[in-house]
Nanobody, 124 residues
Framework: QVQMVESGGGLVQAGGSLRLSCAASGFTKSWSCMGWFRRAPGQEHEVVAG????????YYDNSVKGRFTISQDNAKNILYLQLNNLQAEDTAMYSC?????????????????WGPGTQVTVSS
């Protein structure tokens, strides 16, 4: 059974940093993409960052480029998201996700497995 569990969220002042982690387990198939999504109150899920398993190509939404960094520890099956220079508009529930179906585009929101999420709140 696939499990994805996030940690590292919290309350931070504007300009601060957080590091989110996602522990993944139970995969019986190789994944094509791992990604981080976020959902702010009243808004749709959006892909914040993604990383491709074959090429290690990374994708970032324009709103986080230069501030967020996605990385992974393949040996430990842990996905990370470093969040720097956080702003109030980054406040959201952040979830990690994995895509099993083949793709070269990790920005597309068609992921197969999700974690429950970790809340990030930025005070201005």
């Amino acid at each position: 059974q696939v499990q994805m569990v996030e940690s590292g969220g919290g309350l931070v002042q504007a300009g601060g940093s957080l590091r989110l982690s996602c522990a993944a387990s139970g995969f019986t198939k190789s994944w094509s993409c791992m990604g981080w999504f976020r959902r702010a109150p009243g808004q749709e899920h959006e892909v914040v960052a993604g990383i491709h398993s074959g090429s290690d190509t990374v994708y970032y939404d324009n709103s986080v480029k230069g501030r967020f960094t996605i990385s992974q520890d393949n040996a430990k099956n842990i996905l990370y998201l470093q969040l720097n220079n956080l702003q109030a508009e980054d406040t959201a529930m952040y979830s990690c996700a994995a895509r099993i179906s083949p793709t070269s585009d990790c920005s597309a929101p068609h992921y197969n497995y999700w974690g429950p999420g970790t809340q990030v709140t930025v005070s201005s």
